[in-house]
């Protein structure tokens, strides 16, 4: 099995420099939106034998600029967005300037978030909900 890997364009709140996660079923902004219809351009899209999405919208959007509105795609919710809690929504500097610790060098999350997040999801959560996903895929 090869299993590709593709990450939805940029989102409406990723543009406006917000914790874009689980809890923010925002669409794709323009700037989205127009580079994946270029990405589009570079890849042969419709060699998958099958097509797993997000059910987030800004995924949905970034599957059918990159196959086309008839695709057929198979949404399963356990390859959505890391549900960032209470922080989804909230200006990434705001975040920063309060909890630089829990940023890694590359503006990132890293694994100490879930402990200043309320009811956010941890990276082992995530790490056990998409291996269920993909135990199944190997099925």
Known sequence: MLLTIVRHS?????????????RSDVGLSPAGIEYAKEVSQN????????????????????????????????YDPRITEMDFGDWDGVSEKLIY?????????????????????PHSESYAALVARVSGFVEDLKQ
């Open 10 to 22: 940029t989102s409406q709140d990723n543009g406006r420099g917000l914790v874009s996660g689980a």
């Open 43 to 74: 890849y042969d899209w419709h060699q998958f034998d099958h097509v797993f999405c997000s059910p987030m919208l800004r995924a949905k959007q970034t599957a059918k600029i990159l196959l086309g509105d008839d695709a057929a795609l198979t």
């Open 97 to 117: 300037d309060k909890h630089p610790e829990v940023f890694d060098r590359l503006g990132m999350f890293n694994a100490k978030y879930a402990d200043y997040a």
